[in-house]
């Protein structure tokens, strides 16, 4: 892979014919990449993520109310909260992400599954988190968990609140409407998301045979609805409140793109909403 690097891009814009839902926050959907599979955990994506969290205890900090609500507006690093529950809480997966951000940020994880040593956590700990990451894994697992335990509604409620949400794979499909997923073995249309954003997403685009084909196919037939929003490994789209406004990638191959009801794809590039960065943050 070339050396990390990340995009983001200005003004919002809606993506496709998607009307923006009620959802307030912002949400950033990678669609594959990150410390995940990273030999060395490093991640530019993951890094902007950070640097997006610091930004928000920065702000709480000038306003009274924000700075008075819970770990997350406390001056230091942010407060950054691994959600594993597609992966049944997979311990190397959660030592990864422990080993990836204990340098630059707070860690904590949200254990569903009771894994020792991390052992159930109140899911009410999310609403005092800078930034939540969700991983990947199987989707179709973690909707059905999370309507139980109430996580999604605490997702939603922390989002409005300022944490920023962010997730890969199985945790990028689950804020769209529907998805494309392998949760069943061979992949599938899932018309069952939380329904935070409009339209399908499809994680690992050009990463995974059939990725491509069948997402396309399944948006045209109205197996999934449109606008479809298609992710590269390497790459992330960016949300705020409902509506797309950019694109990060960690390799010069990696894009997103945007998929209308006929099946038709449209890269990013062309909207002119992505603009290169270092790891260091946008290059001015």
């Not at 951000?101 to 009771?114: C, D, I, N």
């Not at 939603?156 to 804020?175: D, E, H, M, P, V």
Request: proline share 5%.
């Amino acid at each position: 892979m070339d050396a990390p690097s990340a995009v983001s891009a200005d003004a919002p814009r809606a993506v496709g014919n998607a009307e923006p839902t009620a959802f307030r926050g912002t949400i950033v959907a990678l669609g594959g990449g990150g410390f995940s599979t990273s030999e060395t955990g490093a991640s530019a994506i993951d890094d902007e993520l950070v640097r997006m969290a610091a930004r928000r205890i920065r702000a709480g900090t000038e306003d009274e109310a924000g700075a008075q609500s819970g770990f997350g507006a406390s001056v230091g690093l942010p407060h950054v909260c691994f959600v594993p529950t597609a992966s049944g809480d997979s311990r190397d997966y959660i030592e990864r992400f422990e080993a990836a951000f204990e340098a630059s940020a707070r860690t904590y994880v949200l254990s569903l599954f009771g894994q020792s040593p991390w052992d159930y956590q109140d899911p009410a700990m999310l609403l005092d988190m800078d930034l939540i990451y969700v991983g990947g894994g199987s989707t179709a697992n973690l909707l059905s968990l999370w309507r139980r335990h109430g996580v999604d509604e605490l997702m939603k409620t922390a989002a409005a609140g300022g944490t920023i949400l962010a997730g890969i794979s199985a945790g990028a499909n689950c804020w769209f409407d529907a998805s494309s997923t392998d949760s069943f073995g061979p992949l599938a249309p899932l018309n069952d998301g939380l329904g935070f954003l409009r339209g399908s997403a499809c994680p690992h685009f050009h990463g995974e045979p059939g990725r491509e084909e069948s997402f396309l196919g399944w948006i045209t037939d109205g197996s999934l609805p449109a606008p479809g929003i298609a992710i590269d490994d390497h790459a992330a789209v960016v949300y705020v409140d409902g509506v797309a406004t950019s694109v990060m990638v960690e390799s010069v191959e990696a894009a997103a793109y945007i998929v209308d009801a006929d099946g038709s794809l449209c890269n990013f590039d062309e909207h002119r909403r992505v603009v290169p960065v270092s790891e260091h943050g946008p290059d001015e």
